[in-house]
């Protein structure tokens, strides 16, 4: 047989409803908001940083091969000192890449051209990529 205090015990517990409450609703999608705020502003940042990277990458492969291209053509003979200028290296390099100086250096007493050029590139930031290469050829005769 039943008692009356335990009837209503068992109906209080059946009367229990399940689930959140509005509180915990609240502050669990401010704590997912906060969380996802920050995730999405170190993810944004690292897309940044990889495309920086690709351009200083690129600026420093193209200007690395026109000054290779330059070097191989002065050693064989194709181009004079005198013809190395901005509009003959812009020729070898994409549009992109600009030339923000070139100097060239020529020793009497050992003959040997040393060749300093500076390059960047514009990034989508409108930032600039900089890059300094310079490069010396002997003549070996």
Sequence with gaps: MWNCTEFFMIKKENNKKEG?????????????TAVMSLSLGVFLSNIRTQ?????????VNETSYALKKIEEEIRNGDV?????????????????????ELATYIAEE????????????????????????Q????NKE
């Design 20 to 32: 959140f409450t509005l509180v915990e609703t609240m502050v669990t999608v401010v704590v997912f």
């Design 110 to 133: 050992i003959p040997r051209i040393t060749i300093l050029l500076k390059t960047r590139i514009k990034t989508d930031e409108n930032r600039y990529a900089k890059f300094e290469l």
């Design 51 to 59: 495309r920086a990277a690709l351009y200083k990458l690129r600026l």
């Design 80 to 100: 004079g000192v005198t013809e190395i200028n901005e509009n003959y290296i812009e020729d070898l390099l994409p549009n992109q890449i600009e030339i923000t």
């Design 135 to 138: 490069t010396t050829v002997i």
